[in-house]
């Protein structure tokens, strides 16, 4: 089953760009070969909303949640008109203590509000090569929402296609990866 409509189509585009890679058929298609997958459980999604627009409001951030011993092991930061928002995984075990340190540290990092989602996992695609092979984002992210998986935050490197889902959906988002990219 494909993602989305003209996947088929899209599929093959992407596979006439790839470089260094050699796709494997699977049940009549090819799926792509990516170096493997990482999957995050027992996490927590703090959503920090419009810091301060100066450079080293993000870094107080961090500072401040360090302080406290809480680990941030996954960061995306959005730009908003009214300041960047920073959406974090921490562990879930760590949330009540980042949530008590951000709340009151609140108004001297400028923060406008804080939101959270208790429990959430995180996945990650990661490479070789990346950087060489257009449209991965855009497959891994169709192959999860055609699977019904809701994508709370996004975080893409040279090598690595990471976003953060409701933990109740993991196993779902873990199948729905395995039928679209050969995974070691």
Sequence with gaps: MYPCEGFETFAR????????????????REKIEIGGLIQGKDLA????LCLPDHQDAVAEVFKTLGTQAV???LAAQTIC??????ALGVAAKDLPTALGVLKANQDRLGIQSIA???????LAVHGP??????????????????????????STSISTLSCVIEAERLE???????ETFQIP
Aim: aromatic letters at 6%; a positive charge; proline letters at 7%.
């Design 129 to 154: 090569h990346f950087r060489e092979r257009p449209g991965l984002g855009a497959l891994m992210f169709s192959t999860l929402a055609a699977a019904g998986i809701k994508m709370l935050a996004v």
């Design 116 to 122: 959270h989602h208790p429990r959430v996992a995180f």
């Design 13 to 28: 585009m992407v596979t006439a760009m790839e470089i260094n890679w050699q796709p494997v058929t699977c049940v009549g």
């Design 71 to 73: 680990n941030v092991q």
């Design 172 to 178: 779902a988002a873990v199948q729905a990866l395995q």
């Design 45 to 48: 999604l703090i959503n920090v």
């Design 81 to 86: 008109p009214d300041g960047p928002s920073l």
